[in-house]
Nanobody
Framework: QVKLVESGGGLVQAGGSLRLSCAASGTTLYTMAWFRESRKQAREFVSVITWTGSNTYYGDSVKGRFTISRQDAINTVYLQMNSLKPEDTAVYYC??????????????????WGQGIQVTVSS
């Protein structure tokens, strides 16, 4: 029933910024996360914002550069990506899980996924 649609990807030079959006329908009461994967990197946890307390956590590779946020009024989650590096190049996926999720960095805990959106960072 839950549908997630990503937008905002594209091409950017190293050091630049992008903001990804994930529009959700079907429910608002979900923990929301971003994952990414590429041909050289298996699916990797990027960031999460929990429903309970709106706590945020980040993968080590993006900590200090990326910021996750949400606007519940329009059922949208954002990922602000600053100081982008070529190694950030990947397909980025939005994912949703029930608020009871404990192991938020593991992709198997998420029930719903967006279609993915390409982010390419050139050097």
């Amino acid at each position: 029933q839950v549908k997630l649609v990503e937008s905002g990807g594209g091409l950017v030079q190293a050091g630049g910024s992008l903001r990804l959006s994930c529009a959700a329908s079907g429910t608002t009461l979900y923990t929301m996360a971003w994952f990414r994967e590429s041909r050289k990197q298996a699916r990797e946890f990027v960031s999460v914002i929990t429903w309970t307390g709106s706590n945020t956590y980040y993968g080590d590779s993006v900590k200090g550069r990326f910021t996750i946020s949400r606007q519940d009024a329009i059922n949208t989650v954002y990922l602000q990506m600053n100081s982008l590096k070529p190694e950030d190049t990947a397909v980025y996926y939005c994912a949703a899980a029930p608020p009871s999720l404990k192991y938020y960095s593991d992709y198997i805990g998420y029930d719903y996924w967006g279609q993915g959106i390409q982010v390419t960072v050139s050097s």
